[in-house]
């Protein structure tokens, strides 16, 4: 196999499809980019049985052939290669030669064979705005859990509907939802996506125009695609029962706050300072304000109030403070409105409802919808 290509273009390619290969992988073998060499270019793809990445970009292609060699230390040479075209060929010894203007490198070959075959999807599809789509997994994914004793909390769930994608994470403490528009085939479906994957997903595709979604596969080998351009990634979907939480979503309440988003994170963050770790923020909103109050070890103390237009009764309650400023870094507006919500449950606190506002009076265009549960506060 031989062939030459801008250095660019391979370096950016080989970046893309390691950025979704884990750090260290029980399995050598899957440490590797699969590079096929043909008519139509070059083709890149990694896969670790869980997800997938593959993308085709343009080559002179002198011999066609296939080889695999490490994606990080690949991908390493290639971002630092000379500006000039890259050449790479399998030596007689079977090696890989790179070369790039006076620049040498000798790669071991690995065996192809024993390489898994990357998944084809075939199945339903649609068409979601690619821009407002990373905008919702930045929103939402923040929110799913990191501990996988319980997988099924790990993932973004993604629901169709008629003209909607719905993109919700819960790790039992918050819940977050976005939904964004749908153009695809008629009928519901879900998908519960692996947290990880889908924010590179939005980081990758987040400028794309648009991109296609497509589900594949049943049982154990369900998958789904997103593709945009010429690069396509798969994950293979979190199996289990993501938990009914849309239920826990008031319908509509008139108890709520609306406060600065910057003026409420740059309190929180100064405030917070002397808390102990995971120690609950307390705040009391009243009519013109709302104020924070912190107490940690060494008899620290702070204090801090910040403007706020308040519709209803006065209310004290404890909250996260870093699950807080995670859902105010999600709100893209310029105000957020904090709503108190109201249970049957005297002796259960009720969550609040954070969602965007463009102004004081006006709520914000988006959908985004972040649940807090509050903190029992020690009296």
Known sequence: MRFQVNRDVFSEAVSFVVKLLPQRNPQPILAGVLIEAGDGGLTLSAFDYEASARTTIEATVDEPGTILVHGRLLSDIASRLPNAPIEISVEEDGGIAVRCGSARFTLAAMPVEEYPSIPEVSGTSGLVPAEEFGTAIAQVAFAASRDDVTPVLTGVQLEVGDNTLSLVATDRYRVSLRDVPWDGEGGEQTALVPARTLQEVGKTFGHAGTIQISFSGAGDREIIAFTAGNKTVTSLLIKGNFPPVRRLFPEQTDHHAVVSTADLMEA????????????????????????MDASGGEQARASESVDAHLNGEDVTLGLNPQYLLEALGAVKS??????????????KLSPVLITSQTSVDQAGLDSFKYLLQPNLLLR
């Open 334 to 347: 310029e105000f957020v409105r904090v709503t108190f919500t109201s249970s049957d449950n005297a002796n």
């Open 268 to 291: 929180v963050r100064r405030v917070a300072l002397v808390l102990d770790r995971s120690a609950p923020l307390r705040f009391t909103f009243d009519t013109s304000s709302v104020t």
